[in-house]
């Protein structure tokens, strides 16, 4: 379970690094959609979720017995 733990963390963070750096590098507006065809999933609630996820799981990593 530890091992889950870490790759979700980890994968989610790789995630949230790809989002910061397309709004960061290629001025993306936050606004804009990331995927063309779903409305509500922009560059801000990807990020969010990103970056919560990350958090989450890597908690669950480090107290994992």
Known sequence: MK????T???GSFLVW???AARIIF???PLNSRFIDAV???TFTTLGIVAFVS????????????
């Open 17 to 19: 690094l790809y989002v």
């Open 39 to 41: 409305p509500f999933f």
């Open 8 to 10: 979700l963390g980890s």
């Open 54 to 65: 990350s958090l989450v799981f890597m908690f669950l990593y480090l107290t994992e017995d």
């Open 3 to 6: 091992a889950l733990f870490l």
């Open 26 to 28: 290629s001025r993306v």
